[in-house]
């Protein structure tokens, strides 16, 4: 579950302070918002921080999109709330900012948390929702951490099986063209997510490399295809983008 899932970072200190939940229900983030303000760092769901959580009378849980709700004036409550964050917590270390649906609040609101989240205070973690990354400005997406909310994991599950079936038969067919392009469907995408759970899924097939191979195979498959002097003009580009794409 994206709970657990979130507790897991949490305990090895890894949780980053912006999060994107794509395809989350407004329950579903508050659940990832109580990983932060429990007082037991695991969501317990008992502790004072959870219950008020749940009640969504945690002082320090902030619902930028229901305030906006209530807002008479909405812009000026928006740049309060943004400007409240100078404040230090009330009950616990952290403050957390909720954007729900932030891929359809109004360009204003989305550049003002852009600056938001350049330099937020340390204390202040931010959970966006988005019904697809690809649906917030290239800009947002940059600046936070994708995770996928239960029902868009076990989707994008059965999308990454399939595809490393398609790679793992082009692989064995010794067909260059066939890897290149399929990594190709997945890096115009940008979705590194998905890019990972391919390779995750192709290291658990090829249990004959060794540990540093595993977490290159497909990586240095395409580097070395962009690397090819002599290679077909139209595969290497696909290589070279592919490449770039996924930042590899």
């Known amino acids: 579950m994206l709970t657990d899932r979130l507790v897991a970072l949490n305990r090895e200190n890894r949780l980053p302070s ?26 317990c769901g008992e502790c004072l921080s959870c219950h008020k ?8 849980l902030i619902d930028i999109a229901a305030m906006l709700t ?11 709330a943004i400007n409240r964050a100078v404040f230090l917590p009330n009950d616990g270390e952290l403050k957390v900012y909720l954007f729900l649906g932030a891929d359809e609040l109004k360009p204003l609101y989305q550049n003002a948390l852009l600056k938001f989240l350049e330099e937020p205070p340390s204390y202040v973690r931010i959970i966006v929702t988005a019904e697809s990354k690809d649906k917030l400005p290239a800009t947002l997406q ?13 989707r994008q599950s059965g999308k990454a099986e399939e595809t490393a079936a398609a790679i793992m038969n082009a692989i064995k067919d010794n067909s260059e063209y066939r890897v290149a392009s399929l990594f190709y469907k997945v890096a115009i995408d940008r979705d590194r997510l998905l890019y990972k759970d391919i390779l ?8 004959e490399l060794d540990d540093t191979d595993k977490r290159v195979l497909l990586t240095e498959r395409l580097l070395k295809l962009r690397a090819d002097g002599e290679l077909n003009p139209q595969l290497k580009l696909c290589a070279a ?4 794409l996924l930042h590899i």
């Open 142 to 154: 940059s600046r936070l951490t994708e995770v996928r909310s239960d029902n868009e994991e076990q």
């Open 241 to 244: 983008e592919s490449a770039a």
């Open 53 to 60: 959580a749940t009640g969504r009378i945690h002082p320090d």
């Open 200 to 207: 995750d899924i192709l290291i658990e097939q090829t249990p």
């Open 70 to 80: 209530a807002a008479k004036k909405p812009p000026e409550a928006f740049r309060e």
């Open 18 to 43: 912006s999060l994107l939940i794509t395809a989350a229900s407004k329950e579903q983030a508050i659940e990832a918002a109580k990983v932060f303000l429990c007082e037991h760092g695991t969501a």
